[in-house]
């Protein structure tokens, strides 16, 4: 997720034109005419790719599993879970489609889940399950190249309601999440680990599982997100809506093997942001495999591995991201 405000665009020049001067006056020395060119082009294309950048949506497509994302647990259960998110990019690509080469920018998210499906408690027909996901980072999850690192307290997730239905092969989940500004953030630091606002995301999912002792699995999931102000500078990200789909099977027992997919794009545009900034709706979808493991030897235990290669990004970043997952319910 991307911070972008007047200070952080102007510092953000200063600092790319910094290092353009040091490499500059070396270059010179050294290279002839067109190589110094291609040199400068190559830095004002990443200044203007960091510049252009707008703030992102506060969820990020491959920091949870998919393949059984609509089964709640059974009431009674405790859920534990953590989860380290990879994220790696070295390229923007503008609202036009045109690529640039960026530093590379790799972030790591701690997220550590807590929850608690309520025994005896029933609303709508379905099953009750609160959470609450504490987040360490060292950045936010899509920041602009050149972002500083630094692993301290991220925003805070709050899962007051979740619902889960259960209908012989079908399942369902829907569930309200609040995201609380805990992370740091000060209007143009290089080093936020949060977004300075508040923001809701509504999700909605739908698993079909086999009732047979290997079955296919799949799920379809949409996610949308609503932002508030953020603090200090009145920029309103524009609303997002995530369509995620997954599909594997149980290979052997204990074993899932899927392929899983996102697609996520504002439906809003961005306010409020400085003059300069391309507010146009950005957009990126991502498809990689997820595998997970429920060792026989230690029942209520999984071990969950996906990976999200990303593509067709506008007015974004592009890269890759990874998830290793360790649960235990009892």
Not at 216 to 238: C, H, L, M, N, S
Request: aromatic share 10%; with cysteine.
């Amino acid at each position: 997720m991307v911070e972008i405000c007047p200070s952080f665009i102007e510092r953000s020049r200063l600092r790319f034109a910094k290092r353009a001067s040091e490499r500059l006056g070396k270059a010179r020395s050294t290279i002839g005419l067109r190589e110094w060119l291609t040199l400068l082009v190559g830095l004002l294309s990443v200044s203007t790719a960091a510049a252009q950048t707008p703030i992102t949506g506060s969820y990020a497509t491959y920091s949870v599993t998919t393949l059984r994302a609509g089964i709640a647990p059974p009431p009674g259960t405790v859920v534990l879970e953590n989860g380290s998110v990879f994220y790696s990019s070295d390229k923007f690509v503008d609202s036009s489609g045109n690529t640039f080469e960026t530093p590379t920018t790799n972030v790591y998210v701690n997220r550590t889940t807590i929850g608690y499906v309520v025994p005896g408690l029933e609303i709508l027909g379905a099953d009750f399950f609160p959470a609450v996901f504490p987040i360490l980072s060292d950045q936010v999850i899509r920041p602009v190249p050149g972002s500083e690192r630094e692993l301290q307290l991220g925003d805070i997730i709050v899962q007051p309601v979740a619902l889960g239905w259960h209908a012989g092969v079908w399942h369902a989940l829907a569930s309200y999440n609040l995201f609380i500004p805990t992370g740091r953030f000060e209007a143009g630091a290089s080093n936020n680990t949060g977004k300075g606002l508040y923001s809701h995301m509504l999700s909605g999912a739908v698993t079909w599982l086999q009732e047979v002792q290997f079955p296919w699995i799949a799920t379809a999931q949409v996610r949308y997100e609503i932002y508030g102000r953020q603090k200090t500078t009145d920029i309103r990200p524009g609303q997002v809506m995530t369509i995620e789909l997954a599909g594997g099977k149980e290979l052997l027992e204990g074993l899932d093997l899927a392929i899983s997919g996102a697609l996520s794009f504002q439906t809003t545009e961005e306010s409020g942001s400085p003059p300069g900034t391309d507010t146009s709706k950005y957009r990126y979808a991502g498809l990689g495999p997820e595998v997970h493991w429920r060792p026989a030897s230690l029942p209520g235990a999984q071990v969950s591995l996906r990976a999200y290669f990303e593509f067709g990004a506008r007015n974004t970043s592009q890269g890759m991201g990874a998830l290793i997952s360790l649960m235990y319910a009892f």
